[in-house]
């Protein structure tokens, strides 16, 4: 049998309090808004940082965290309420105070019986009613087994109205305790406004003895600045002595510097006389010099001009040579300025033949594709170019190589057929000479007389006219080249790029 049964018991209950109320107020404590639960705990129990709460707090430190007003109306409050605020509070102080009876080293007799049955009966008490009901049943087979074989000397009821008082009297001593910490707190924060007061009695004082040493320190250094202010004085009184001699040698002197004076102010006027005959020479000078500059500006401009109109001769003079060049190797050749292949009509640029855009019938087109990717790179290989330029297909072949092909394939050069044997629309290069000649005198003109002039050159028919006026082809094509422009809605204007290319 244990020597100390009631303190054994005691220390387990303990235990099995501490272990799940440690963990219960962290869990609480992480409800508290705006701070962790160990910053909260340190705070309270005035300690450093904790890593750890749960290993930190012990039963002892309970009924601070308890009593604490942030931790109760923020972690507590909500499980308890506001009424059993005192018997919770009461109840853990009576815990941790009942922890001394059995940790007291000094101790060599057992506890109380009656205290160890009151003392379990709480613990296992506070333990249901933060719902740690497991543990509840541990701390009450500790009581059951301890006192299973005693003999009942009171009634429950009796022991029941013991607790209650004892609990009361905690609860009341709780009070009284809570009182004297908000009347210590008070007295605490007085003393506290009084030492700030006589620190800055004793700062103004520690002031007043510093100004007073200073102003020592300077009256001792005004003294000895007299001292040597006398000391001067008299040097002074010495030397104007010796001044008022000098002064009179100064006077004779003063008298010889004023005959001179005056003969050097006669010469002075004598060479502001010369000095301004000099500056209205200088100013002649600039004049001339200026004009002079300005003539040599208008000599090396024209200089340069006439080197680059020189340059610019050299260059149409190029350009004329390979012009009559290419013309008389052109009319030797009695190549044609025009050629119509697959019912497109290729026209002479320069050394090839071309065609633009609207230009390319679709005949040659189903011829293109039905060349498939062979009959393509035959036609490439042979010298035509079937190319997207600036948005728009064009297609060049020079005059040798479309000669070839057109030789091979079996098909001869055909010249331009007039409008009036077709029955399609003119195309948009065919429509250009006539168009821009009505738009050469650079005056604005309706669409409708455009299209007027067109069906007129062309012979077209009245079909004919309404479909070139809903197609729109005429002005579409212009505008794309850049021969013409739109003025306003329905009216258009030649370009500059369209008399140019009138003229050539």
Same mark, same amino acid.
């Given at each position: ?7 054994? !018991? ?30 909260? %705990? ?20 309970? &009924?601070?965290?308890? @009593?604490? @007003? ?25 815990? *941790?105070?009942? @922890? #001394? ?33 497991? *543990? ?40 009284? $305790? ?64 010796? !001044? ?32 301004? #005959? ?22 090396? =401009?024209? =200089?340069?001009?006439? *080197? ?8 149409? *003079? ?17 190549? &044609? ?17 071309? $065609?633009?855009?609207?230009? %390319? ?14 009959? #393509?790179?035959?036609? @490439? ?47 948009? =290069? ?50 794309? =080249? ?11 204007? %030649? ?10």
């Amino acid at each position: 049998m244990m020597k100390y049964p009631n303190r054994t !018991a005691l220390y387990e209950a303990h235990n099995i309090y501490r272990d799940v109320m440690q963990g219960f107020i962290v869990r609480r404590l992480k409800k508290v808004q705006g701070i962790t639960p160990k910053e909260l %705990i340190s705070e309270i129990l005035k300690c450093e940082s904790i890593d750890d709460p749960e290993a930190m707090i012990d039963i002892r430190d309970f &009924p601070r965290i308890m @009593r604490d @007003r942030n931790c109760w109306f923020d972690a507590f409050s909500q499980l308890f309420g506001s009424r059993g605020a005192p018997d919770v509070r009461s109840m853990t102080g009576f815990i *941790a105070d009942g @922890r #001394k009876l059995w940790a007291h080293p000094q101790k060599k007799e057992d506890v109380d019986s009656e205290h160890t049955r009151t003392h379990l009966s709480i613990i296992a008490d506070l333990l249901g009613a933060i719902n740690e009901l497991d *543990a509840r049943d541990d701390v009450e087979n500790i009581r059951d087994q301890l006192f299973s074989d005693e003999v009942e000397e009171h009634p429950t009821e009796v022991e029941n109205a013991a607790l209650n008082k004892r609990l009361a009297d905690t609860s009341d001593k709780l009070a009284a $305790v809570e009182a004297d910490k908000i009347e210590c707190e008070k007295r605490l924060q007085d003393a506290q406004e009084r030492l700030e007061e006589l620190e800055e009695i004793e700062t103004a004082w520690m002031d007043s003895e510093k100004q007073a040493e200073k102003m020592l320190n300077e009256l001792e250094a005004a003294k000895a600045k007299q001292r040597a202010s006398e000391k001067k004085r008299k040097s002074i009184v010495s030397e104007l002595e010796s !001044a008022k001699t000098e002064k009179s040698k100064l006077t004779e002197d003063l008298n010889t510097a004023s005959s001179w004076l005056e003969d050097v102010e006669k010469e002075k006027v004598e060479l502001k006389k010369r000095l301004k #005959k000099a500056e209205t020479e200088k100013t002649e000078l600039k004049e001339n010099l200026k004009s002079r500059s300005d003539r040599l500006e208008k000599l090396e =401009k024209v =200089k340069k001009e006439n *080197a680059e109109l020189k340059k610019d001769l050299e260059t149409v *003079a190029e350009e004329k040579a390979e012009l009559e060049k290419q013309l008389k190797t052109k009319s030797d050749s009695n190549i &044609p300025d025009s050629v119509t292949f697959q019912d497109t009509i290729f026209t002479m640029d320069l050394d090839k033949y071309r $065609v633009v855009g609207d230009d %390319i019938a679709q005949t040659f087109w189903r011829y293109w594709h039905a060349q498939r990717s062979e009959g #393509k790179q035959a036609m @490439r290989d042979a010298g035509w170019s079937v190319e997207k330029v600036d948005g728009d297909w064009e297609i060049t072949i020079s005059t040798e190589d479309f000669q070839a092909w057109t030789k091979n394939e079996g098909s001869t050069t055909q010249p331009t057929a007039p409008f009036q044997e077709r029955t399609e629309l003119p195309t948009g =290069k065919e429509m250009e000479q006539p168009a821009l000649e009505l738009l050469s005198d650079r005056r604005e003109y309706p669409r409708s007389e455009i299209i007027d002039v067109l069906t007129q050159h062309f012979s077209l028919n009245n079909n004919q006219r309404k479909k070139l006026s809903r197609s729109g082809k005429a002005e579409v094509y212009l505008r794309n =080249k850049g021969l013409i422009e739109r003025t306003r809605t329905g009216y258009y204007r %030649i370009t500059s790029r369209g008399l140019d290319v009138l003229r050539s």
